[in-house]
């Protein structure tokens, strides 16, 4: 139980939780405006058949030049599982460096692909049953492409999360569609739909997990971006009274550089 | 009496509104004069929540009227004759705000432009 939900917590908080920009669910190449200088948080309830799974992370990049960004994510954990008490506390502690790759601009379009490393400290609580930190060193190293254009925006992202402590390495691969409702103008006023895939593939166990996503975000300004997301299962290769029902995610992310 | 006291008043006021706004012109025709137009061809200007950064960056540049167009692609601003950047550090500026600059043009009259905002 106590593994499965560490497990929980890293596969549908830490590893989306860096996303810095529309889309919702998948990571972006884009370093510029509120996917550069933003800052991040969300609740997301992740609704499991025996537990129900509140994280709110705290995201802060820093931009060290239009090609550089650093990161910090720390986030705040509540575990309630069905007959035991519910737990919380300060999760493990997550630092990030992206550094991109390639770009090629056109007139109201560009192509990027950037590099990320995510670094996980095992700082979280460890002493309550269940735990809210994974014990465990984590690396991950991705690729974040994107194609973003007045009239639409693809994101794709393959990474490879490298654990310690005995949870399963995991393939990450994650894709996402980005529609703008609203006629795209500046300042902005968006109103924008997402939807997309998240999927994770543990090597050491052979067990596959695919989330289909979709979400609506609406950027009320230059600085300020509202979203809500909904995620459910399409492929989950865990025992049954361990699945997930379904995730629910609402954010802002403000400017603050 | 009181006619020609009435007629006084009238005739000073409009003289003073016609001094004021005479002045008016004159000052803004001056500060017309004093100023650079830019127009910058901005490639990569794809989605309004990250032209912001560009935004800054050029007013960071001395303009206090960065207009930005993403369907054009283009930024406009003017800046006072006296600080008027260079063709190589506006393209600086563009590329570290993260894009790639094209054309860029300086004018001594402002820019007819479609604003996004409008």
């Keep these: ?257 | 009496m009181r006619i020609l006291l009435k007629t006084g008043i009238i005739t000073l006021l409009t003289f003073a509104t016609f001094i004021l706004s005479t002045t008016n012109v004159n000052a803004q025709t001056k500060s017309e004069t004093d100023k650079t137009y830019i127009k910058i061809e901005v490639d990569g200007l794809s989605c309004p929540f990250c032209a912001y950064g560009l935004e800054k960056k050029l007013k960071q540049a001395g303009s206090k009227d960065v207009l930005i167009n993403l369907e054009e692609g283009e930024a406009t601003m003017s800046v006072p004759k006296d600080q008027q950047p260079t063709e190589e550090e506006l393209r600086k500026i563009v590329k570290v705000a993260g894009f790639t600059p094209k054309e860029i043009t300086f004018s001594k009259t402002p820019f007819k432009i479609k604003q996004d905002e409008k």
Excluded: C, H
Excluded at chain 1, 138 to 143: A, E, G, P
Excluded at chain 1, 227 to 250: D, H, R, S
């Design chain 1, 1 to 257: 139980m106590n593994r499965l939900i560490i497990l929980t917590i890293s596969v549908f908080s830490a590893l989306n939780v860096f996303a810095q920009g529309p889309p919702i669910f998948t990571e972006t190449p884009i370093l510029l405006g509120l996917d550069g200088g933003g800052m991040r948080t969300f609740a997301r309830f992740i609704v499991k058949e025996n537990a129900t799974v509140y994280v709110q992370p705290l995201a802060i990049p820093y931009n060290l030049g239009s090609k550089t960004q650093i990161g910090i994510v720390g986030r705040f954990v509540n575990i309630n599982p069905n007959n035991f008490e519910s737990v919380s506390g300060f999760g493990d502690l997550t630092l990030f460096l992206k550094q991109q790759l390639y770009q090629k601009d056109g007139k109201g379009k560009t192509f990027r692909i950037i590099a990320k490393l995510d670094q996980v400290f095992p700082t979280g609580k460890t002493n309550s049953m269940p735990s809210i930190g994974s014990d465990s060193w984590q690396s991950q190293l991705s690729l974040v492409t994107g194609y973003v254009t007045l009239k639409y925006g693809i994101y794709g992202q393959v990474g490879y999360n490298i654990t310690s402590n005995g949870l399963p390495d995991n393939l990450i691969y994650n894709a996402a569609f980005v529609y703008p409702l609203l006629p795209q103008k500046y300042p902005p006023n968006q109103l924008n739909l997402n939807i997309g895939i998240n999927g994770n593939f543990f090597t050491d166990v052979n067990s596959n997990t695919i989330l289909a996503s979709g979400g609506i975000q609406w950027i009320t300004s230059k600085t300020a971006l509202f979203e809500a997301g909904l995620q459910i299962p399409i492929v989950e290769e865990v025992p049954e009274a361990q699945k997930t029902n379904y995730v629910l995610t609402f954010g802002t992310r403000i400017l603050i550089f």
